[in-house]
């Protein structure tokens, strides 16, 4: 099974533009609030129609703007877990599985643990069993796609560990493409085999994700991934005047919207008559090579960011 997306749509000012293409495991969606996620489901679920571009599951068309296909959300197939589920207020749970499939919706109700409820109206139920209602219904009507929209935001922090150690136990048994959208690095960190960063409504290319936690070659993936430490030019930190940034060795830039950035381990700090210094080692480069950064560092990786490379044989 695949999914291949290529869209674009203009809100406003802000302007989305994704291409990523994805087969059966959990790719997450990682990205801060705004850049896009939420919008990029919509638009593959056939709630939102993008600008342009094209939509492919398995072969079959959902959207492509030179075509004009735009299938409706009832025929694309594609099951979406809602942040706030989107239960029917005035049925119980059991009739909320059985309006997708009446045949299996009790042996739902037992898979998800929800025998005991399932007279019960959707406000009568907790944050935890309202979405198990949700997902047994997504999951009755045999999706090709699973699409998680921010599946533990609506939850008090006690309840999500829980409702998440069952997310992952039911994604296991899936075998079709599914895309987990969030803005918790730690979230799609425990349950995404792969990564696709949106910032600021762009897609960056799928990582696997233990490279991005290790190794993220983007400004936007080094913030998401929990590093703190962002140097920019305009905060003069380098050791050689008027420069961005000192290396003895090879070109390490790595290039990203016309920005040149390094990711580095801190491997020393000391002090001499100019002040205090920081050595560090490119994490793309070798042993032998090292920048020399004015000023201290906290923590153990830098992400360096200049204007000008200089380099020093």
């Known amino acids: 099974m695949k999914l291949e997306v290529s869209i674009r749509k203009q809100l406003g000012d802000f302007a989305l533009a994704v291409e990523f293409t994805t087969h059966c495991g959990v790719l997450g969606l990682l990205g801060q609030s705004g850049s896009g996620k939420s919008v990029t489901l919509q638009c593959i679920a056939g709630i939102m129609s993008p600008d342009g571009g094209r939509i492919v599951l398995d072969g079959q068309v959902l959207f492509d703007s030179e075509l004009s296909i735009n ?33 299996n ?37 045999k999706p090709k796609v699973v699409l998680f929209d921010e599946p533990l935001s609506a939850l008090d922090a006690h309840l999500s560990w829980a409702v998440e150690q069952h997310l992952s136990t039911i994604l296991q048994e899936l075998e079709c493409p599914v895309i987990w959208v969030s803005h918790d690095a730690g979230e799609v ?17 799928i990582v696997d994700t233990a490279t991005l936690f290790a190794h993220p070659i983007t400004l936007a993936a080094a913030r998401l991934s929990g590093f703190e430490n962002v140097l920019t030019s305009d905060q003069s930190p380098w050791d050689t005047k008027g420069a961005g940034i000192a290396v003895r060795g090879k070109d390490l830039c790595c290039v990203q919207e016309n920005k040149n950035a390094i990711l580095c381990d801190v491997a020393g700090q000391y002090e001499d008559l ?40």
Request: with cysteine; hydrophobic share 35%; net charge positive.
């Open 274 to 313: 100019d002040g205090r210094w920081t050595v560090l080692r490119p994490v793309c480069g070798d042993d032998q090579t090292i920048l020399r950064m004015k000023g201290g560092a906290e923590g153990q990786r830098v992400w360096l960011e200049a204007t000008q490379i200089h380099h020093l044989q």
């Open 189 to 205: 960190r425990r349950n995404c085999a792969n990564i696709c960063v949106l910032d600021s409504g762009r897609s960056e290319k």
């Open 105 to 141: 919706a009790f042996t739902m109700l037992e898979k998800l643990g929800l025998e005991q409820v399932r007279c019960l109206l959707p406000h009568q139920l907790s944050g935890g069993e309202k979405q198990r209602v949700a997902l047994g219904r997504m999951l009755l009507g």
């Open 71 to 103: 299938l409706p959300p009832q025929k694309r197939n594609i099951g979406y877990l809602f942040q706030h589920y989107a239960l029917f207020p005035h049925w119980t749970v059991e009739k909320n599985l059985q309006v997708i499939d009446k045949e």
